[in-house]
């Protein structure tokens, strides 16, 4: 059995699809799959886009109707550097995005997204051991837009900056 998300675009699945490979480090369109006679929508238009980002299988379909995104599902973007974050939330934000808070964005399609250092991970994992360092981590967060690895890691250590 394979689990795997499927995102549903207008039209618009192979367009996001080569712009989240060219985002996304080790990504790649796999497949676009065509429209077959007996389906809805325009016989031999792309109708199924399965792309990888970075080792992880997503599908993209042009269902034809727009079902908009909503923030009840993302994808969460893991990174280790500044300067890698700073590279995936400007990408993703390219062609009309928008910010919104803890690292949290929307890309042009509306589809929400999270980027977050490892960092953050490490110390969430962490919490049980150390939970005044995790409080002082969140803190940080939760007055950020895009995450500052820096500044999230001096928070952590009760380090003013």
Avoid at 36 to 63: I, Y
Avoid at 71 to 85: F, G, K, R
Wanted: glycine residues 8%; proline residues 6%; contains cysteine.
């Amino acid at each position: 059995m394979t689990v795997l998300p499927c995102l549903w675009f207008a039209t618009e699945a192979v367009e996001a699809a080569e712009h989240y490979v060219s985002v996304i480090p080790n990504s790649r369109i796999v497949a676009v799959h065509a429209t077959p006679e007996a389906a809805p929508g325009p016989t031999g238009s792309p109708m199924l886009v399965d792309l990888e980002l970075d080792g992880s299988r997503v599908q993209a379909l042009n269902g034809g109707i727009d079902f908009p995104f909503s923030e009840a599902v993302s994808l969460v973007a893991v990174v280790e550097t500044q300067a890698e974050l700073d590279r995936v939330w400007d990408g993703l934000l390219e062609g009309g995005g928008s910010e919104v808070q803890c690292g949290w964005l929307k890309d042009r399609w509306g589809l929400s997204w999270q980027v977050v250092p490892a960092v953050l991970e490490r110390i969430s994992a962490e919490a049980a051991d150390e939970p005044e360092r995790y409080a002082r981590a969140m803190t940080a967060v939760t007055n950020m837009v895009k995450l500052d690895v820096a500044a999230i890691e001096a928070a952590a250590d009760g380090v003013t900056v």
